[in-house]
T-cell receptor
């Protein structure tokens, strides 16, 4: 069965520090992978997605993610966090053979001044 | 010029009542979705419509009935509300059905059943 695990429920980083949010997925074929961000009181916004090709994907707002098939991971990174990045981040997996996402439970990011 | 809008934003109601949540998108998309986000923040798809036709219908109680009067609207009607229906409900749309197209989400409707 398809599933997504985000092992970190909460993460706090200092402004300007680097960030890595972990995502592991379970899917039997080549996955489509996504990261979404949800700001308080807002809907989800797509940060980036991976379908195929280069395993390092660039997204909006300076985020990137790397697909590692051997580790079944799709971790999200940002070299220098800004206070406005404080939000909840969701990883999701989909696939060619079905037309819906499976979402992780989210990681809440706090940014210290 | 909101892309995907939902009304109401908050809905507080008693058990047993019937309520509706409305969703509209002005993006010209063909496909719309309803998701439920529970208290543990898990987001799960409930329904999807493509050109007003139902294409995804997850294991959802039949007290939940989506209605798509046209491509731009997908409403969610819930009968006989139960405590467990308390959640945030998100509407989304995409240009086409399938995983390759970006889904745009509305701001959510927080439903509280007392």
């Amino acid at each position: 069965a398809q599933s997504v695990t985000q092992p970190d429920i909460h993460i706090t980083v200092s402004e300007g520090a680097s960030l890595e949010l972990r995502c592991n997925y379970s899917y039997g074929a080549t996955p489509y992978l996504f990261w979404y961000v949800q700001s308080p009181g807002q809907g989800l916004q797509l940060l980036l997605k991976y379908f195929s090709g280069d395993t390092l994907v660039q997204g909006i707002k300076g985020f990137e993610a790397e697909f590692k098939r051997s580790q079944s991971s799709f971790n999200l990174r940002k070299p220098s966090v800004h206070w406005s990045d404080a939000a909840e981040y969701f990883c999701a997996v989909g696939g060619r053979n079905f037309n819906k996402f499976y979402f992780g439970s989210g990681t809440k990011l706090n940014v210290k001044p | 010029d909101t892309a995907v809008s939902q009304t109401p934003k908050y809905l507080v109601t008693q058990m047993g009542n019937d309520k509706s949540i409305k969703c509209e998108q002005n993006l010209g998309h063909d496909t719309m979705y309803w998701y439920k986000q529970d208290s543990k923040k898990f987001l799960k798809i409930m329904f999807s419509y493509n050109n007003k036709e139902l294409i995804i219908n997850e294991t959802v109680p039949n007290r939940f009935s989506p209605k798509s009067p046209d491509k731009a609207h997908l409403n969610l009607h819930i009968n006989s509300l139960e405590l467990g229906d308390s959640a945030v409900y998100f509407c989304a749309s995409s240009r086409i059905a399938g995983m390759t197209d970006t889904q745009y989400f509305g701001p959510g409707t927080r439903l509280t059943v007392l």
